[in-house]
Structure formats: C-alpha cells, structure tokens
C-alpha cells in the first residue's frame, strides 16, 4: 500500500516520537498523563451513546405505530439502523477512551467532525429558513388550536439552543481534547503498537469513513424501495438496485481511498460532481420529490409542505454549493496524498 510514512507527522492524528511511543524511563515524562480526563471523556461518549440507544428504541417504535405500515416499518428499520448504530459506535469508543486504546482517538476526532459539520448545516438551515419553518408549523397544526403568539420565537431559541451545545459545543470538545499532544502520548504510553486507523493521514481517513458512512445511509434508504435521481422519482426493484449500485461504489471509493491509490481520489471527485449536478436538479423540482413519502397526510399539510419547498428553494440551493465548495476545497488538499504507486524494485525488465 502506498502510505506515506512522513505525512502523518503534520496532522493531528499523527504519531508522536519515539520518546512517547513506548514506556517511559522512571522519573522522565515528557508528557502530561491525561487518563483521567481519557476517563471522564468515555464516560461522556458512554451517556452519548446510551441517550441515542434510547432514543433509537422509542423512534423505532414511534414509526411502527404509523398509519401507514408500509413507510413505518421503513421508518422504524431507518430510526434503528442510524440511531443504534450511533449508539454502539459511541459506547464502543467510550470503553476504548476509558481503556485508554489508541484505536478509539482517530475515530471519535472525525465522528466529532462529522457532528460538527452536520451541526453548523443545521443551525444555518434553521436560521436561514427560520420563517418558512414557522409557516409549515402553522400550517400543520389545527385550526382550534392556534400558536400562542411569541411560541414559535421561544421555539427556535430553544431549538437552536440545543443544536449549538449538542452539534457544535461537544463536538468541538472532543475534537480539542482528542487532538492534544499529551492525549497522544498518553494513549501510545500505555498502547504502543500502531492501529489500522493510524496507518493513513487523519485527513484521509476522515475521508475514507465519510465515504463509507455514506455507503451505510444509502444501504439504509433502500428499505423505501424509492429513489430521486435528477429530479426524477424511481420506484420498486429498479430503484433498490440503483441504491444498491450506488453504495457499492461508495464501499469501493471508501476502500481504495483508504488505500492512498489515485482511483479513489479520482472516483471521489467524479461522484461528488454528480452528486452536486443532483443535487441541484432536485432542489429545481422539489414538489415531485413529497411523493416519496407515503405518510398519511391532510391535502392542507400536502399544500403547505409544498409552499415551504417552494419558498426554501433557492436558500438550500445557496447552501448547497457553499457545503460543496467547501467539499472540493477539502479534496483539493487530500489530493497530494494520492501518489501513482512506484514501481517495485524487482519488476525491472531482464
């Protein structure tokens, strides 16, 4: 594999020295030990992933219960598979970060990444759309039971509230605490041999799992048995296969990035334009892509859902390319550590 032993050593998932990668001589530490705060950090993980097991279960049974059985059971094996699968991955680093094993860092720094970006995604969406959500909150309740006035401002405060500190502040945590000097000299301190998520750039790592994180969703959404492709809606066998297709190459994409090769890095960029050109394509026909939903919905909700996607086309569409602008800016930087592989010195010609 083509893995650059020096590149690692500018990034924040790098290795330290030797001086800190092995047992250090009595009465010498070049580090502060940071196991207690390892500690209370898992434990932290252990109540994230706890509230999220939780709450998996209560959605899970919640979209059972559905009026429509056939979107519920999507629904509830959706709720499930995200929700749970956050919950076992946040209890699993939360043990690893109480154990103090070095596996664990890397991936809560790029979880914590993702949470972040996904947490400064929604609180720009909120504020951006913040009077468009309050007409669909209006619209979607009973005529008997109007909002008190100054409800929905109390709303978003408290809701932005709650995005700041759980998408923003926590992971901004992690990702400070994770990142430090004597984290990692702690961590290689008492578990010196390397692990498989150290072997690449945490940057390209950060990559690798954001491609196959993505291959999961998309295996996850062909429980719908439906997909948007370019503004236009397939459904049934054909659709499953198409969403099967798809995280099949992002599995493969995840895979050879991982590997440092070219293809990877290339195949990625070539997957992201597309997924920008749709990406556009639906927010130019959104009203088509509400009959992917087959909820049991009142014509008045139906029309005001179709007001809010009509009146939010053109701020998602700005975010849009400002997120994939950012995206492009990101591989841009990855791409000096994907290198042709060099010839081995024994497949000379004789």
Not at 204 to 233: Q, R
Request: glycine residues 8%.
């Amino acid at each position: 594999m083509n893995t650059p032993a020096n590149n690692s050593s500018s990034l924040s998932g790098s290795q330290p020295s030797s001086k800190t990668s092995g047992k250090e001589p009595d009465g010498f530490q070049t580090h502060q030990d940071r196991s207690m705060g390892l500690m209370w950090f898992g434990i932290i993980a252990l109540i994230i992933g706890s509230f999220s097991g939780c709450f998996s279960i209560i959605t899970t049974v919640g979209a059972l219960n559905t009026p429509a059985g056939e979107t519920g059971d999507s629904g509830a094996f959706m709720a499930f598979a995200i929700y749970g699968g956050f919950a076992a991955f946040m209890i699993a680093s939360g043990l690893a970060s109480m154990r103090r094993r070095r596996w664990m860092r890397p991936l809560m720094i790029i979880a914590s990444w993702v949470g972040l970006s996904a947490g400064v995604l929604g609180i720009a969406m909120i504020i951006a759309m913040r009077n468009e959500l309050g007409a669909l909150i209006k619209a979607s309740m009973p005529a008997e039971q109007p909002i008190p006035p100054g409800m929905l401002t109390l709303v978003f405060i408290v809701g932005l509230s709650i995005v700041l500190f759980i998408a923003v502040i926590i992971p901004i945590a992690f990702i400070v605490f994770y990142s430090s000097r004597n984290v990692i000299a702690t961590l290689n301190t008492v578990d010196p041999k390397p692990s498989w998520p150290e072997r690449v750039p945490l940057s390209v790592l950060g990559l690798s799992i954001s491609l196959g994180l993505a291959a999961y969703l998309i295996l996850i959404a062909m429980s719908y048995g439906s997909i948007s492709l370019f503004g236009s809606i397939i459904k049934g066998p054909v659709a499953v296969l198409i969403l099967f297709a798809i995280a099949m190459v992002l599995g493969a994409l995840a895979f050879t990035t991982y590997q440092l090769r070219p293809i990877g890095f290339w195949g990625t960029v070539v997957g992201s334009l597309l997924a920008l050109t749709h990406g556009i394509f639906n927010y130019w026909s959104p009203n088509d892509l509400l009959t992917l939903s087959n909820n049991n919905i009142s014509a008045t909700q139906m029309q005001a859902m179709q007001q809010f996607t009509s009146d939010t086309r053109l701020p998602m569409l700005i975010m849009l390319i400002v997120f994939s602008a950012i995206w492009f800016v990101y591989l841009a930087f990855l791409k000096k550590y994907f290198k042709p592989q060099s010839p081995s010195p024994n497949s000379s010609n004789t």
